[in-house]
């Protein structure tokens, strides 16, 4: 089955393809973008990009993952990145990035909203559970927006293996 593209008012997410591979090494391999997540690392080297979209087919197939591209839908302007980790059958990780440039711009609740839909619909996930680091504050903001309730507070080890203070989220269908 292939991957259904989501659509809102001004966005389409659909998946990713190799086209997109510079545009997410640009957008994803800036420094701003990159302090704000746990796994996204720095510098983005080149051919770092093409491996990440070479395995979202296979996550789909898998039913472990679903990864899309946040685009403008009436331009097809890549602007970010949105996904669910399926743990289990019954709940997911959500995780998202949106490029520098288009901050501040609406996007990312607006997708993540779409992609609950589908979880708590096609997908048929009970839980969505969400994590950001306590130093990003406005991606709680989005967690909040989209009707996600603060649950704990931890730490991780992020992509460099040094300890994070992490913000969890979650909402439940």
Same mark, same amino acid.
């Given at each position: 089955?292939?991957?259904?593209?989501?659509?809102?008012?001004?966005? @389409?997410?659909? +998946?990713?393809? =190799?086209?997109?591979?510079? !545009?997410? %090494?640009? &957008?994803? $391999?800036?420094?701003?973008?990159?302090?704000?997540?746990?796994?996204?690392?720095?510098?983005?080297?080149?051919?770092?990009?093409?491996?990440?979209?070479?395995?979202?087919?296979?996550?789909?197939?898998?039913?472990?993952?679903?990864?899309?591209?946040?685009?403008?839908?009436?331009?097809?302007? @890549?602007?970010? +990145?949105?996904? =669910?980790?399926?743990?289990? !059958?019954? %709940?997911? &990780?959500? $995780?998202?990035?949106?490029?520098?440039?288009?901050?501040?711009?609406?996007?990312?609740?607006?997708?993540?909203?779409?992609?609950?839909?589908?979880?708590?619909?096609?997908?048929?996930?009970?839980?969505?559970?969400?994590?950001?680091?306590?130093?990003?504050?406005?991606?709680?903001?989005?967690?909040?927006?989209?009707?996600?309730?603060?649950?704990?507070?931890?730490?991780?080890?992020?992509?460099?293996?040094?300890?994070?203070?992490?913000?969890?989220?979650?909402?439940?269908?």
């Amino acid at each position: 089955m292939k991957q259904p593209e989501l659509i809102t008012a001004r966005l @389409l997410l659909r +998946a990713f393809s =190799l086209y997109d591979a510079h !545009e997410v %090494q640009v &957008l994803s $391999g800036n420094y701003n973008v990159s302090k704000t997540t746990l796994n996204i690392p720095f510098p983005y080297e080149p051919g770092m990009a093409e491996e990440w979209i070479g395995l979202h087919q296979s996550g789909w197939q898998a039913k472990t993952e679903v990864v899309y591209a946040i685009t403008v839908k009436e331009t097809d302007k @890549l602007v970010g +990145a949105i996904d =669910l980790v399926l743990s289990d !059958e019954s %709940q997911g &990780l959500l $995780g998202y990035w949106i490029g520098e440039p288009y901050w501040g711009k609406g996007y990312c609740p607006e997708a993540a909203k779409a992609l609950l839909q589908l979880a708590f619909g096609e997908l048929a996930l009970s839980k969505v559970y969400a994590e950001h680091l306590t130093s990003n504050p406005a991606s709680g903001r989005v967690m909040e927006k989209i009707g996600m309730h603060h649950v704990a507070s931890e730490r991780k080890k992020d992509r460099n293996q040094e300890l994070a203070e992490m913000e969890v989220y979650e909402i439940r269908n």
